[in-house]
């Protein structure tokens, strides 16, 4: 259905450096939420302190 092949194009790492390229497809991704904001997905915790130090610290803004 539409909405399932648009959940899984839309499924990818939110560091704008990430560089993963393992595996067929990022539908496949294995994603994880930032802790805080739950708002932002990473492949992994590089990305994820990678785009802490290059901003994401700065918006980050816990949901409540």
Do not use: I, M
Request: charged content about 25%; overall charge positive.
């Amino acid at each position: 259905d539409v909405a399932s092949a648009r959940a899984a194009l839309l499924r990818r790492c939110d560091n704008t450096a990430c560089a993963n390229f393992s595996g067929s497809s990022e539908a496949g991704l294995k994603l994880t939420v930032c802790g805080s904001c739950k708002r932002v997905r990473y492949c992994g915790t590089a990305c994820q302190r990678a785009h802490w130090k290059a901003g994401h610290k700065q918006e980050c803004k816990p949901r409540g």
